[in-house]
């Protein structure tokens, strides 16, 4: 089993900057491809980021490519993800996933393996 714990959210400005990370215990995730989704409220989840086991490849949502970063070290057994410029429609719980698989063109997230997830809130 694989226990997931997301930290690094809060409160930030338009324009600003936050570092989320994503510790993975109970065993290693690094065979695993990892993701990063969101949900704000009213809305249903939605994929952010993911990246492959030995980060080679990396998959973003059309809404946040060019802003935000994913990253991984398996030797830390976490995944990070670097969020720039961010606006106020960034604003939702960002949840980690430990990936089911990966093709060359998508992230297929595990719906076993969710983190309990951190608030990230932008103001105007």
């Known amino acids: 089993q694989v226990q997931l714990v997301e930290s690094g959210g809060g409160l930030v400005q338009a324009g600003g900057s936050l570092r989320l990370s994503c510790a993975a215990s109970?065993?290693?995730?690094?065979?695993?491809?990892m993701g990063w989704f969101r949900q704000a409220p009213g809305k249903v989840r939605e994929f952010v980021a993911a990246?492959?086991?030995?980060?080679?490849?990396?998959y973003y949502a059309d809404s946040v490519k060019g802003r935000f970063t994913i990253s991984r070290d398996n030797a830390r057994n976490t995944v990070y993800l670097q969020m720039n410029s961010l606006k106020p429609e960034d604003t939702a719980v960002y949840y980690c996933?430990?990936?089911?698989?990966?093709?060359?063109?998508?992230?297929?997230?595990?719906?076993?393996?969710w983190g309990q997830g951190t608030q990230v809130t932008v103001s105007s």
């Open positions: 996933n430990a990936g089911a698989s990966y093709t060359s063109t998508d992230y297929i997230p595990s719906s076993a393996y």
């Open positions: 109970g065993r290693t995730v690094s065979n695993n491809a």
């Open positions: 990246i492959s086991p030995r980060g080679g490849r990396t």
